[in-house]
């Protein structure tokens, strides 16, 4: 009760106070980072870890709250070829990772009503799939309730640790899928293998014709989020790395017709060797570090953003305090 109550006040300060400082601008750069986008109503948004979906009354409610701010809206790559002189005080940048199916189905039309443009970082090889990556496997794992731990699982029970009961909740399905992250993208989906994976799983990925119609009515703006999402650490070799930095723009840029020009870190994560790569091929990039851009200080390969998820900005208050960079995370 008394831990709430702390952080209502913080909010509350954070959305009034702080809210007011961050305005005052300083040819500031504020990028929000999206995943998903879905009613509440939705099995896949109670199939998602809290802190990657956002409802969309909420997302909705995000745009009207920018527009009641009167904030100018544009990309990145929109913002990084303005002079300082014509930079704003402040610029919102919207933008999403992985190149969800829901962003073309609920945030792109609600995006397209406002006249905001966007950017979707899109993993190239996932276009048009079921949920792909390694942590929306394990989710559905420990959710299910037809869930039973198998001898199949002791490969993944060896990397989490610990006993796992199933099923469990959603909060401590993603505390399991944060402790999986010290291992390798190539280790979870070895230990995922033996597993038996569910029968018919639907299409969660946007397809490239979605993708292209997004692009061409919906002022949405393609960036590349590598071919296979894997964390650009040190333990990818050069040709892994060459593949998810380089071979990702050039399959990008031949299926949409398009140059793409910015670049997003799958999970914030990346070596001095990849940074440099991607500073050869991209004219910037984004990351998960959490923080607002200013002109006089800024590092065009290595772009803060805020993270916005439904728990932490239902209200147009919890909103502004995301935004403030002040609000709890």
Known sequence: MVKQFIKNIVSATAGTLGWSLVKRGDKKLIVLMYHRVLPVTDARYQREEPGMVVSEATFAMHMQTLKDERLPVMTVSQWMTQTTEERAPLTVAITFDDGWLDNYEYAFPVLKQF?????????????????????????????????????????????????IKVPMSRDNAAQVIDKL????????????????????????????????????????????????????????????LFEEVVEAKSILEQKTGVAVSTFCFPNGDFSEEAH?????????????????????????????RIGVHNDISDTPLKFKAKLSNFGLR
Request: aromatic share 8%; charged share 20%; glycine share 4%.
């Open 181 to 240: 992250k010290q291992y390798s993208d190539h280790d979870i989906y070895q230990a995922l293998k033996p597993i038996p994976a569910a029968t018919h799983a639907p299409v969660e990925m946007i397809s490239l014709e979605q993708l292209l119609d997004a692009k061409n009515t919906m002022h949405v703006e393609v960036g590349c989020h590598t071919r296979r999402h894997y964390r650009l650490k040190e333990n990818l070799s050069a040709e892994q």
């Open 115 to 163: 006249g905001y443009p966007s950017t979707l970082y899109v993993v190239t090889d996932f276009l048009g799939q079921p949920a792909p990556f390694w942590p929306n496997k394990v989710l559905t794992l420990l959710l299910s309730p037809e869930a039973a731990i198998t001898d199949e699982w002791q490969a993944l029970l060896k990397l989490t640790g610990e006993d």
């Open 276 to 304: 440099n790569l991607v500073c050869q091929h991209y004219d910037a990039a984004v990351t998960t570090m959490r923080g607002i851009n200013t002109a006089d200080n800024l590092s065009p390969h290595s772009l803060l």
